[in-house]
C-alpha cells in the first residue's frame, strides 16, 4: 500500500508551519509596527494594504461552481450544506432498511450464494467476500456493493473481483441480479465490517455530492442557469 504525501504549510516569513506569510502573526505585527512608525504610505505597509484589498475584492466577485451566487466557493456553500445534510438524514434511514435486510437474509461477508446462467443452468457456487458499505445510498439504489468470489478455484467472476447487489428474491423485483443464498452468514459478520459513519450517514457524503454521475454537484442546468434545485422528495428510503 502506497503513502499519500500530506503537505504542510509553511510561512515564508517566520517558518512556522500551519500557515502562510499572508496569515502569519508576527508579519502582521511587523506591519502594524511599521504602519505606527512611518504611516499608510510606507511601502510595506501599501504593499500589505493592496494585498488585502485584492484578496477582498476578488473574495466577493467569485461565484460559486454548486448554486452560481457569489461572495463564496463550492466548500463553503450554505445551499449545498443544507442540501448535503438533508441527503444526510434522509440516506441514514434507507442505510437502516439495507442493512435491516442484510442481516434478515444473512447476507454478507461469508455468505455462499448460488449463481445460474443465463439460462438459469450450470449454478456456480460464490462467497461474499465483503460489502462496499459506502456505495449504499439512495443517489443510485442500483450500485453493486457486494464483493464476491468463485468459490471452486478461487478465481474472480469475468476475471476480476466479482460485484452484486440485492437479489430480486430479496426485493421481490423483477429488476437486479439473480441468485440463491445456500449457507446465510451471521449478524456479527455482517456488522464488522460496517463503518460507524454508515449509519450516521456521513460515509461517502462527501464524495456523492462531488461525482457527477447523481447530478448532485451543481444546481447548474443545461442551459446554463442555476435552476436545478436540490428536491429531498425526489429521494425515498425504500429499497427499490
Known amino acids: 500500500m502506497g503513502y499519500r504525501y500530506k503537505r504542510t504549510v509553511h510561512c515564508s516569513y517566520c517558518g512556522e508551519s500551519g500557515h502562510n506569510k499572508s496569515g502569519c502573526p508576527s508579519y502582521k505585527e511587523r506591519i502594524e509596527q511599521y504602519r505606527a512608525d512611518f504611516g499608510d504610505e510606507h511601502y510595506a505597509v501599501r504593499a500589505y494594504d493592496d494585498k488585502k484589498a485584492r484578496k477582498a475584492t476578488s473574495a466577493k466577485s467569485r461565484r460559486c461552481s454548486y448554486c452560481g451566487q457569489g461572495g463564496h466557493n463550492k466548500a463553503g456553500c450554505p445551499t449545498l450544506k443544507t442540501a448535503m445534510e438533508l441527503f444526510r438524514t434522509k440516506n441514514i434511514e434507507y442505510r437502516k432498511n439495507v442493512l435491516s435486510t442484510l442481516v434478515e437474509n444473512g447476507l454478507g461477508p461469508g455468505t ?8 438459469n ?3 456456480q457456487l460464490f462467497m461474499v467476500t465483503g ?4 456505495e449504499v445510498h439512495m443517489a443510485d439504489k442500483s450500485l453493486d456493493f457486494l464483493k464476491t468470489r468463485k468459490v471452486k478455484n478461487i478465481t474472480a467472476i469475468h476475471g ?6 440485492l ?3 430479496i426485493l421481490s423485483s423483477e429488476w437486479g441480479p439473480k441468485y440463491e ?6 449478524e456479527t459478520n455482517i456488522r464488522s465490517t460496517m463503518p460507524a459513519t454508515f449509519l450516521t450517514g456521513t460515509l461517502g457524503l462527501k464524495q456523492i455530492f462531488k461525482n457527477k454521475q447523481f447530478g448532485l454537484h451543481t444546481m447548474k442546468d443545461s442551459w446554463g442557469d442555476f435552476d436545478d434545485k436540490f428536491e429531498i422528495n425526489k429521494f425515498d428510503a425504500e429499497l427499490t
Do not use: C, F, M
Open 131 to 134: 460489502v462496499d458499505w459506502a
Open 121 to 123: 443452468e450450470n449454478k
Open 167 to 169: 437479489s430480486q428474491s
Open 160 to 165: 476480476g473481483n466479482g460485484i452484486t447487489r
Open 112 to 119: 455462499l450464494i448460488t449463481i445460474a446462467d443465463y439460462w
Open 181 to 186: 443464498i445456500v449457507v446465510p452468514t451471521s
